[in-house]
């Protein structure tokens, strides 16, 4: 009932930047918490960075002092504003959300992912 829909990755050279975007809409009462996730190739999943709906920020050691997560409460919009890219950034990146479709049912749900590829 809830679609997420990330736009914004591609291809960048390293030390570039790229904005993914991640629109969160349908049936939605509130939203806890959206996160930015990533995952290579053969390696597991990683959470990238989560802002909460009162503006709690959390990076990987990783990405720290080069992402930025921003979100936009009226439209329910996460952004992710990523600097000096390297080539080990380069993954799926899946926006996820939390919340409630209605008070007292949660919802959980998962974009389709966007590819980033930091390479020369």
């Known amino acids: 009932q809830v679609q997420l829909v990330e736009s914004g990755g591609g291809l960048v050279q390293p030390g570039g930047s790229l904005r993914l975007s991640c629109a969160a809409s349908g049936r939605i009462f509130s939203v806890y918490a959206m996160h930015w996730y990533r995952q290579g190739s053969g390696k597991q999943r990683e959470l990238v960075a989560s802002?909460?709906?009162?503006?709690?920020?959390n990076y990987a050691d990783s990405v720290k002092g080069r992402f930025t997560i921003s979100r936009d409460n009226a439209s329910n919009t996460v952004y992710l504003q990523m600097n000096s890219l390297k080539p080990e950034d380069t993954a799926v990146y899946y926006c996820?959300?939390?919340?409630?479709?209605?008070?007292?049912?949660?919802?959980?749900?998962w974009g389709q992912g966007t590819q980033v590829t930091v390479s020369s």
């Open positions: 802002i909460t709906s009162g503006g709690r920020l």
């Open positions: 996820h959300a939390v919340g409630e479709i209605i008070p007292g049912h949660r919802f959980d749900d």
